[in-house]
């Protein structure tokens, strides 16, 4: 139960935007340091676009291809994989076995015609409660100008 | 199966953006939902006793609550459900509030998130399988990593309540940075006088190892079963043999290296102990400096020793113990902005650091107390103390307040005007920052009573006239230049992690913030706890902290490891995988990608092939549920979806990729 | 074991000359009693085809053959055939990689196999051989001379080049030579020039060309069951929980098939086409298969099936791993 902090009420603003179409971005973050700096940037009340569902994993080591697969074949405008920094994982080392199968699950999608930047793979500490809250910004933005996903077979 | 919701307002938190009773409307179609409501307070005792009575009154079995992070309040929930009788992992929780309600603005689209998220959590909650936690040995036995005053405090406290402590420290003493300085604010007792008796206890105590010139190589293993190997580095003194008489400090013919202790102000010679009052009171050969290890001739403090202790040929020991907690009380490091050049500092003699002048005020420092200038050893008569040097300030790398440095700048100034009466005094600073017991009035004394000079500005420049320093700055609040004269400038540098930190943290497995300092597991309620069991943070490590902040989390670091140790066994974490053996196909793969080595091949029979007659084997992996960790990284790479972790099983992920596309459809 | 000799052009011995060597090999390894099986291939019903055997009796071995037409990968028999007893195996290097693959992977032991290896010119594609002159109905005989591919019909010999006759992957194919072996017989010849891949450049293109390829899959599984690699007990395509991918034939539901496939195999596909010779609807699955094993190669330096590979491309990794997060994501 936190103390309140004070909410600028833009009712106004956030109804002219629904008429504006807005991607939806699957999010799977690992616990220890995405999911955390994501928790970090709701506590640092910081704002970004409502398109991402995030989904926890305990570790970026934990992403089996067909999340992100499964993701885009559900119909998903993008797909955003963010585990721990190199050598900060919780678990040592299961982000760098991440590291490879993401890089892969990348180069499959491109392989199959799925524009790389409806694909996002990067690290976000617990700290970088910042740096979650542009990506999901910049990552909109660039969905945004793609236009809806028309699915993994138009 | 019966699903119960609980959407919570979080006061206003979720409330004020979220449509709260839509959400709960809303969930009260989702699939297997029985029940749903919400309630200003979910984590509240009456909060809690609503989840109790729903779970009772509508035969609830599986449980949603919507609030804020699960990293925040899953264990308190799950033990809201434990203490109604169903399974403690039998809940989970949709992240409304950080995820939802403090990003987003108050419109339909941030309700419609909220809805999709309790219907994702609903999604995964309906896959939940009962968990069970085994008690596992630990280990009474605490790891100190770091002989400073924390490290001294959280051992004393540990081993006072009966638990056998090793105090590891990698220089030839512990005793830390509190050891080098003279007097310590607001009360001015002297750092010595409160420090070495604790350094003595210590050394005494019979459940306290102290390991000196030892660091830590590699950690392993898990809260109650740390496997930790650290490193003896070699003293070439044999410190069973060692009476620590002082006879070899005195004859070593390497003379004049720069005393690290005394931060370059004074010299030591090759084989030395930091400070008289080190502990243990027993030299180290510093080999870099040593004649002998630097293929010349000597030999001279063997000879000399009357005890025999002095070993040349000692080697470095690589010794492996077994942990069941640890602290890390490693400290901080001052920053070295000597490189820079910026306001002379390694340039002009007399341009010193704060904790240099520490050392010359302290009476068992290089001049024996005596405030005198660097340059000719005369007396100054007028001292500048430049506050914020590296502190506050993003271009070099600490955004951060160092915190003690204003505390300590009005200290010297105190200080000095006592011993010295014909000194003019000055404190150049940004904001004056006082907030402990007794500080605000310290400073006004020094301001009042010891006529210290405090001028709000920072310093442009400085640069030499004559013997003394021309001090330029700007004074914000008479909003002119300013210049001072001054026969010695003392800069209050920014404090700073150790170098090093980043490695222990990697070694620890825990996690460091933009800066390196160690993070905790929340800022505001596990301020001692890392995110790793069994591993507690004390003192300066973690943040700029001041003597009894320091203290006083020593001894919650303490408290902490004495609580964990208070019980028989602990429990086990019941999130880890497992591996169906009826398909796994032995490939191996999850045995070589277990961050752990938590897994192995072994021999199993073939139940789908063997008969009553005959017994067919397979070779299938099997998790040895002591060492997994539970990160999963087995269940990504398994093909056969025969590695699987409990808590994040593939069809609970599914089912919440569905939940979310399905909301997309709807 | 590793055979270092470079792909030669060398042709010393004739296919029939191989024919009757492998033959006496299989016969000795079978009369010494060392091997209870040899998997081999024999004569089709046709003689553009071969079809698997299985012999078990020293006097059989005369129904080996060797000739452009074996195509099968046999060591998709392997896991099950060697499990508990000594099988002999005879087979082309990339059937070998498929071998060496399974050892690595703990699917067979190396002492449990007799590994008959053959240097390898390629194999043919009887649709390609349709397109001929002839027709491939009348088709006696065939074997590799140094100016292509000698056909013998009932109508007259005819000879076709490499290049009109050899299976997509043979013409790129650079391992010509068993890479693991007991006995080895005949040379590799050089591979042809690359051929282009026939996905499209554009991604746009790509995924509707996916799109049309995969709306054709009648989700037989046959791709599955021909692969060497594909020996999971239970595939993740047959749970019913989790059921990441639902049975039915939709273009969206092969496509989460055969992008998991194609995960599954990256790093481990040695490239033999068996599925996509198998495939009744002719999707170029071998062709996405192909494109994730340049891309290990190009990234990890990793090649599938080469015995010097002491850990899956998936199951290590190095710090300096090419890091995606700082190629933009």
């Known amino acids: 139960m936190s103390e309140e902090t004070k909410v600028i009420d833009t009712q106004a603003e956030g109804s002219a935007k629904t008429s504006e179409w807005q991607p939806r971005i699957l999010g799977i973050l690992c616990n220890w340091c995405s999911y955390a700096g994501a928790d970090l940037a709701g506590s640092a009340r910081l704002h970004y676009p409502e398109t991402i569902r995030i989904v926890r994993v305990p570790c970026s080591g934990r992403v089996d291809p067909m999340f992100v697969l499964k993701g885009f074949q559900k119909g998903f405008d993008a797909v955003m994989v963010l585990g721990c920094h190199p050598g900060d994982c919780h678990y040592a080392k299961g982000n760098y076995y991440a590291r490879r199968r993401i890089a892969l699950v990348k180069d499959l999608l491109k392989t199959l015609g799925i524009s790389e930047d409806r694909f996002h793979f990067e690290w976000v500490s617990a700290s970088e409660g910042n740096r979650f809250a542009e990506l999901v910004t910049e990552m909109t933005e660039k969905v945004k100008k793609l236009g809806p996903f028309d699915g993994v077979t138009p | ?666 | 074991m590793i055979d270092d000799c470079r792909p030669s052009t060398k042709k010393v011995l004739s296919m029939s000359d191989i024919q009757n060597k492998i033959r006496e090999e299989a016969k000795k390894a079978l009369e010494s009693g060392d091997v209870s099986v040899v998997i081999g291939w024999g004569a089709g019903t046709v003689a553009f085809k071969t079809t698997p055997v299985f012999i078990d009796k020293p006097e059989d071995t005369d129904k080996l053959v060797w000739n452009p037409a074996c195509v099968n990968n046999l060591a998709v028999y392997l896991p099950k055939m060697a499990k508990d007893s000594k099988a002999g195996i005879i087979a082309k290097p990339c059937d070998i990689r498929s071998i060496v693959g399974l050892i690595q992977e703990r699917q067979i032991k190396r002492e449990n196999l007799y590994i008959i290896g053959l240097g390898c010119s390629g194999v043919v594609d009887a649709f390609n051989l349709d397109s001929q002159d002839f027709h491939v109905q009348d088709v006696t005989g065939l074997d590799w001379t140094s100016d292509g591919l000698k056909v013998n019909t009932t109508n007259g010999d005819y000879t076709v080049s490499c290049s009109d006759c050899l299976r997509d992957m043979c013409g790129v194919c650079t391992n010509r030579n068993p890479a693991i072996y007991d006995v080895k017989l005949g040379e590799g010849t050089e591979p042809l020039e690359t051929r282009a891949c026939s996905i499209p450049e554009i991604p746009e293109e790509r995924r509707k060309y996916w799109s049309e390829q995969f709306s054709k899959c009648v989700r037989c599984y046959a791709c599955r069951q021909v692969c060497p690699n594909c020996y999971c007990e239970q595939c993740f395509a047959d749970r019913i929980e989790p059921k990441w991918t639902a049975k039915k034939a939709t273009a969206e539901e092969a496509w989460m098939f055969h992008a998991t496939r194609a995960m599954h195999s990256a790093g481990r596909c040695i490239s033999c086409g068996e599925c996509e010779r198998v495939c009744p609807v002719d999707i170029p699955i071998a062709e996405l298969m192909r494109e994730m094993a340049n891309i290990v190669k190009e990234r990890y330096d990793y090649e599938a099936g080469d015995p010097e590979q002491k850990s899956p491309v998936l199951g290590h990794y190095q710090d300096e791993d090419f890091d995606p997060a700082a190629h933009g994501g």
């Open chain 2, 1 to 666: 199966m019966r699903i119960g919701v609980f959407v919570c307002w979080c006061g206003s938190n979720i409330a004020k953006t979220v449509d709260v009773q839509a959400v709960a409307e809303a969930a009260k179609d989702m699939p297997g939902v029985a029940f749903a409501t919400d309630y200003k307070y979910m984590c509240s005792e009456p909060g809690q006793n609503i989840v109790k009575d729903a779970i009772r009154e509508h035969k609830l079995d599986r449980i949603v609550i919507a609030s804020c992070s699960p990293r925040l309040h899953e264990p308190t929930f799950q033990r809201c459900i434990g203490d109604a009788g169903l399974n403690p992992y039998m809940v989970e929780m949709a992240n409304l509030r950080e995820h939802c309600s403090w990003v987003h603005e108050h419109t339909p689209e941030t309700t419609q998130k909220a809805i999709e998220l309790v219907r994702m959590a609903v999604a995964k909650v309906s896959k939940d399988q009962p968990l069970f936690r085994k008690d596992i040995d630990l280990t009474k036995r605490a790891l100190v990593i770091g002989g400073g005053i924390a490290g001294i405090q959280a051992a004393l406290d540990i081993a006072d309540a009966g638990h056998p402590v090793v105090l590891v420290e990698r220089t030839p003493s512990i005793g830390g940075h509190m050891a080098q300085y003279d007097k310590t604010f607001p009360t001015l007792d002297c750092a010595a006088c409160i420090l070495t008796p604790k350094m003595v206890d210590c050394a005494s105590h019979p459940l306290i190892d102290i390991w000196t010139y030892s660091e830590v190589e590699e950690v392993k293993g898990f809260v109650g079963n740390f496997e930790v190997t650290i490193r003896k580095r070699a003293k070439s003194v044999d410190e069973t043999k060692c009476t620590g008489c002082g006879l070899c400090l005195e004859k070593c013919p390497m003379k004049g290296i720069s005393s690290e202790f005394d931060e370059s102000m004074g010299t030591r010679r090759a084989i030395y102990r930091p400070f008289p009052q080190a502990v243990p009171n027993k030299p180290a050969i510093d080999r870099a400096h040593c004649r002998l290890f630097n293929g010349q001739k000597c030999g001279v403090c063997q000879k000399l020793c009357p005890a025999g202790a002095i070993d040349y040929d000692q080697q470095d020991q690589l010794v492996t113990e077994n942990f069941g907690g640890i602290v890390v009380a490693t400290g901080f490091q001052l920053w070295n902005h000597a490189a820079l050049g910026e306001y002379g500092y390694g340039k002009y003699p007399n341009v010193i650091s704060s904790i240099q002048f520490e050392r010359i005020m302290n009476a068992s420092g290089p001049t024996d107390g005596h405030i005198v200038r660097p340059s000719d050893g005369k007396t100054p008569k007028s001292i500048a103390f430049l506050s914020c040097i590296g502190s506050r300030d993003d271009t070099h790398g600490h955004a951060y307040c160092s915190k003690v440095c204003c505390m300590y700048n009005a200290k010297q100034a105190l200080l000095v005007k006592d011993k010295l009466h014909d000194v003019d005094t000055y404190v150049f600073y940004m904001d004056i920052r006082a907030n402990g017991k007794g500080y605000e009035e310290f400073v006004r004394r020094t301001i009042e009573d010891f006529g210290a000079n405090y001028i709000r500005g920072r310093v442009s420049r400085i640069y030499p006239d004559g013997d003394q320093l021309v001090i330029k700055g700007a004074d914000t609040l008479l909003g002119k230049p300013v210049e001072v004269r001054a026969d010695l400038v003392v800069l209050a540098t920014a404090m700073e992690p150790q170098h090093d930190a980043k490695d222990l943290a990697r070694k620890l497995g825990i996690s460091t913030d933009q800066y390196n300092w160690f993070s905790e597991a929340h800022p505001k309620l596990k301020p001692v706890e890392v995110l790793t069991d069994g591993i507690y943070l004390a003192g300066a490590c973690q943040y700029p902290k001041d003597i009894p902040d320091t203290v006083a989390q020593a001894s919650g670091a303490a408290s902490k490891v004495i609580g964990l140790f208070s019980k028989p066994s602990i429990k086990s974490q019941p999130m880890i995988a497992y591996i169906n053996e009826d398909t796994c196909a032995g490939c191996g793969l999850c045995t070589e990608v277990c961050p752990f080595g938590a897994i192995d091949l072994v021999e199993v029979m073939d139940r789908s092939k063997s008969t009553r007659e005959k017994q067919v084997m397979k070779t299938v992996a099997q998790v040895n549920e002591g060492v997994c960790k539970g990160c999963g990284t087995c269940s990504a790479a398994c093909r056969s979806l025969s590695a699987r972790l409990r808590g994040f099983e593939g069809n609970q992920i599914l089912a919440e990729i569905d939940a979310l596309a399905e909301s997309k459809r709807s």
